[in-house]
């Protein structure tokens, strides 16, 4: 079965959220005034802007997706008068630690039920190597995060996991650090902090896999519009993907080729997507992205591909479900540990709906083309990324997929039902 509902017109998504958190923690840290256009309006995103003016930075929302941010300098940050709430946002509390790590101060983070469940020990550890004092809950596995920063040191690092938050957490405690911080990565993930650090006049130097920041003592203002962010664009590219007659374009999308891995698994399974008109904006690759419906095939995806499409697996499962054969997707343990086990909440979900499918402990399988038959609820888990999966399955599927919680979705695209509603009326 491919999808039932054939969609055509044109669209543009909200601002890429990891661009925009980084946008706002580093516009803070300059010297001077920055301004950032297309910010992703956003829960996450919010407690990005929360910590940092938290922290002390003036930031003034022009419009929603408009910032105006006083820098206060690298030393200028000030000691939070309360405990910092990163909500739902591991990267707001990840990358953050790496810059309250390097402050002559005591701050405390904490995030909403979802987030006090995930990692940081992989911050932790490298940042306490560096000479941060960090204590968290479970043996400082879990937040809260209790930092008391202070002076570091540059060390380097081998990550064990390819991620970009922990990459970027050392490389902005790096400015603070005594000698270069050298972070290499098993394999390469998302290098939009060190454009933004080499936009911004810092030291950044790349051999291979590995990326190093030299101690700064200024970053230069920022002024960049944020493209598109192209895990939001996924949802609406997969649904006119799997339909044959669907035409859909998709504009200014940002395409960090450290991102585009759903556009090759998706082109692979036969879809038609094509880049146009591409351009590079505030340091960032950008296209409008084109889809024709087709007929799809399954795909095979293994652990050399996974950092490139880390987000948009949910989707992937989607599209899977309407392509022809057993989708694999391995050496992803890593969704285990998002805003939830995505491994297990697709499959849960899925099967739920009758599409037969099955775990591995490192990723899973989707058989298609299959029939969508809801027997009760999906729980999204309170996941935003597995809520829209859900929610464009069924508008794929022309079937009425019931979902928990999608209140969730505003935490990375809110205007993701008006969007989808006017696209399937
Ligand atoms: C992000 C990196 C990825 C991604 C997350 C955003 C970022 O996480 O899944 O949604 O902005 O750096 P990891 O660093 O844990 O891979």
Redesign the pocket.
């Given at each position: 079965m491919s999808g039932k509902t054939v969609v055509r017109g044109e669209l543009s998504v909200p601002g890429d959220?990891?661009i925009s958190?980084?946008a706002v923690m580093v516009a803070a840290l300059a010297t001077g005034v920055s301004r950032v256009g297309g910010f992703l309006h956003a829960a996450d995103t919010l407690s990005t802007v929360g910590m940092m003016r938290a922290l002390g930075a003036r930031i003034e929302e022009v419009s929603p997706t408009e910032l105006r941010i006083e820098g206060l300098g690298l030393r200028g940050l000030v000691e939070p008068a309360d405990v910092i709430d990163a909500g739902n946002s591991?990267?707001t509390i990840?990358?953050g630690s790496g810059i309250l790590a390097a402050q002559p101060f005591l701050s405390v983070i904490t995030g909403d039920r979802y987030l006090r469940r995930r990692p940081m020990g992989?911050v932790i550890d490298p940042l306490a190597r560096m000479g941060a004092s960090i204590l968290g809950r479970d043996g400082n596995r879990l937040p809260p995060l209790c930092i008391r920063g202070g002076p570091l040191r540059g060390i380097r690092y081998e990550m064990p996991?390819?991620?970009?938050?922990?990459?970027?957490s050392l490389l902005l405690a790096g400015l603070y650090a005594d000698s270069p911080v050298t972070v290499v990565e098993p394999k390469r993930?998302?290098d939009?902090?060190e454009r933004m650090l080499a936009a911004m006049g810092a030291g950044v130097a790349r051999d291979g896999n590995a990326v190093t920041v030299a101690p700064c003592e200024r970053l230069d203002p920022l002024v960049m519009t944020v493209p598109g962010d192209l895990?939001s664009a996924a949802f609406f590219l997969v649904l006119a993907a799997v339909t044959p007659g669907s035409s859909l374009t998709v504009r200014g999308v940002g395409v960090n080729p450290f991102r585009t891995g759903i556009l090759d698994v998706l082109r692979g399974m036969g879809a038609d997507i094509r880049q146009v008109g591409e351009r590079v904006e505030g340091g960032e690759p950008v296209a409008d992205l084109v889809v024709q419906g087709a007929e799809l095939v399954a795909a095979r995806v293994g652990p050399e591909e996974v950092?490139g499409l880390?987000?948009e697996v949910p989707i992937l499962c989607v599209a899977a479900a309407f392509a022809a054969g057993r989708t694999e997707i391995r050496g992803a343990v890593?969704l285990r540990?998002?805003e939830s086990d995505r491994i297990a909440a697709m499959v849960d979900c899925l099967s739920s709906l009758g599409i037969p499918c099955g775990e591995y402990p490192d990723g899973l399988w989707v058989e298609g083309p299959a029939g969508v038959s809801p027997a009760g609820p999906c729980d999204s888990r309170g996941d935003h990324r597995i809520a829209m999966s859900l929610r464009i399955l069924g508008a794929a599927a022309g079937v009425r997929v019931e979902v928990t919680d999608v209140d969730c979705i505003d935490t990375s695209f809110p205007g993701f039902q008006p969007l989808l509603e006017g696209l399937t009326r």
């Open positions: 959220k990891s958190h980084r591991g990267t990840r990358i992989r996991v390819a991620s970009a938050q922990v990459k970027s993930s998302r939009h902090t895990s950092p880390i987000d890593e540990v998002k």
